[in-house]
């Protein structure tokens, strides 16, 4: 098939599970020309996405007079097409109040869809898909209208629960509506009251050839305890640090390395002054994607402590879980969103309370100290990942439904 894909940003840092998906389904033998909304404000800089980067079109970046004559030449060449799309998306406009910002918001995403659409024709694209449900999925399903080419989603985490703007029209509309977890699936067709039959849950996966078993999962001496992710707050790294001051009471041996940045890293880095930490948790900063499996490898326990933040905005299924998993690190996360769909507590890792230090503190501890208990949980959760979550079974799935969709419209 020749596919395009539409994403916030490509290659980006924080969204390595949209450029993987598209290197697997290349290596299926699809055609695939990348979109992105914007440039990435941190960009992902491994030397294998040299090639997929030179490819990358920029929506964003395009002059408005280049833009402007996409529209001409849709007017020209597919007049009925362009009528029907700008009516929908004056009717979309009306729906959310015609004299608000998403109005606006709606109508300057229509103006950038006029080139997303004439990129597709001219590359004789067959289906496009979409990462992420708010912006990059308003400029798609306006160009999937403007050239008549079907479009499909994947749905994550803050675009559902935060931004979900017409999202039963998305759905609607969309070839099928992918999501990550049956716990997105469930919420988005309660809340939405969209047709069931629309959607799908396509997990974000782990390359098994990447990510590898290590060679043994004896304790470092000190035990290594880690986390990489933005530094925000459903992340939950302050649970983390809170923990670690409760843990420090009963054991001492440990060092904590947290990767990643993000807005709230100077209140974390102060909350460890606080608590007395500075001799035990190290910040690295972001981490490349080539660098995360060995720093993954390298810990014994990884602990993400996820929870909903102030503006109901919580992680899907957080990927680096699935990497850590995979190479046979110990994982500690939380009862929320999708997780426990990864992490089962007790078979595949442990699962705290949201924001619960006092839980967090006793299970680091209680898998530093039972080597059998944690030995079984590794094994468990690098055949879960195996089996439901690898990056090949996934593709294959995708290949699927887009195959399905072509073929119905």
């Given amino acids: 098939m020749k596919l395009a894909y539409l994403a916030p940003e490509i290659p980006a840092l924080s969204a390595t599970f949209v450029y993987n998906e598209i290197l697997a389904l290349t290596e299926l033998g699809h055609e695939i020309i990348p979109f992105s ?34 529209h001409l030449k849709l007017l020209t060449k597919k007049p009925i097409h362009y009528i029907k799309a700008l009516s929908k998306c004056v009717k979309d406009m009306f729906q959310v109040n015609i004299l ?41 399903m306006y160009a999937s209208m403007l050239s008549g080419i079907p479009f499909s989603v994947t749905a994550h ?19 099928f509506f992918a999501t990550i977890s049956d716990f997105n699936r469930h919420y988005i067709q309660q809340t939405y009251q969209v047709d069931p ?5 396509i997990r974000c996966g782990v390359d098994s050839r990447v990510f590898t078993r ?20 459903k992340k939950g790294v302050d649970t983390l640090i809170s923990a670690l001051a409760i843990l420090h009471t009963q054991f001492s041996d440990f060092k904590v390395e947290i990767a990643g940045s993000g807005p709230l890293e100077e209140e974390l880095k102060q909350q460890v002054n606080q608590l007395a930490l500075t001799d035990k948790v190290v910040f690295l900063g972001p981490l490349p994607h080539d660098q995360v499996v060995k720093f993954v490898t390298g810990l014994d326990l990884f602990v993400l402590p996820c929870k909903k933040d102030k503006q109901g905005d ?5 990927v680096v879980l699935m990497e850590a998993m995979m190479v046979g690190t110990a994982v500690i996360s939380a009862k929320i969103s999708g997780i426990p769909e990864l992490v089962i507590n007790e078979q595949t890792g442990m699962l705290i309370e949201p924001d619960n230090s006092e839980q967090l503190a006793a299970a680091m501890l209680e898998l530093i100290k039972d080597e059998a208990s944690r030995t079984t949980l590794i094994r468990n959760a690098e055949k879960k990942v195996q089996q439901e979550f690898a990056q090949d079974i996934n593709a294959r799935r995708l290949q699927t439904l887009f195959t399905e969709t072509i073929g119905r419209f």
């Fill in 37 to 70: 909304v914007h440039k990435p404000i941190m960009p992902a800089t491994d030397q294998h996405l040299d090639e997929l980067r030179s490819k990358v079109i920029y929506l964003y970046a395009m002059s408005k007079k280049t833009v402007f004559f996409s």
């Fill in 100 to 140: 608000s910002r998403d109005a606006r918001g709606l109508l300057y995403r229509f103006f950038y869809a006029a080139k997303l659409a004439q990129d597709l024709l001219d590359n004789d694209i067959q289906h496009l898909h979409v990462h992420f449900a708010h912006v990059p999925t308003d400029i798609a």
């Fill in 157 to 175: 985490a803050n675009d559902i629960f935060e931004r979900g703007l017409l999202l039963d029209k998305k759905v609607e509309r969309s070839g």
């Fill in 197 to 201: 039959g629309k959607l799908e849950i």
């Fill in 214 to 233: 290590k060679s043994s999962i004896a304790l470092s001496d000190p035990v290594r305890i880690g986390v990489v992710g933005r530094l925000v707050e």
């Fill in 314 to 318: 919580m992680d899907g299924i957080p």
